[in-house]
């Protein structure tokens, strides 16, 4: 059974910064890309940034390029969004997706998602 667990939301003051991270179980991780969405209340879900397997190619969504950096480390199944100067508008709920497919922008794009984690940005 395939499970992904993202950890490291909550509230931070504009400006701030947060590290989440998404642990990975029941998949061969190393073979799948990565990537991060986010969800505001009435919105839709929202690419944010992709991670491939291997030599772990990075893709990022206009709105956040140069903010926020994902990695990964495949020692230990987890995929990571660092959220550097944070703003009001990035308060949404953040998930984590796993994906066969490179480049991969689109939720109907990947196979598997986490459960979500909470980021709330004050200004």
């Known amino acids: 059974q395939v499970q992904l667990v993202e950890s490291g939301g909550g509230l931070v003051q504009a400006g701030g910064s947060l590290r989440l991270s998404c642990a990975a179980s029941?998949?061969?991780?190393?073979?799948?890309?990565m990537g991060w969405f986010r969800q505001a209340p009435g919105k839709e879900r929202e690419f944010l940034a992709a991670i491939r397997w291997g030599r772990g190619t990075t893709y990022y969504e206009d709105s956040i390029k140069g903010r926020f950096t994902i990695s990964r480390e495949d020692a230990k199944n987890t995929v990571y969004l660092q959220m550097n100067s944070l703003k009001p508008e990035d308060t949404a709920v953040y998930y984590c997706?796993?994906?066969?497919?490179?480049?991969?922008?689109?939720?109907?794009?990947?196979?598997?998602w986490g459960q979500g984690t909470q980021v709330t940005v004050s200004s």
């Open positions: 029941g998949l061969t991780f190393s073979t799948y890309a």
């Open positions: 997706a796993a994906g066969a497919r490179w480049l991969a922008t689109t939720s109907r794009d990947y196979d598997y």
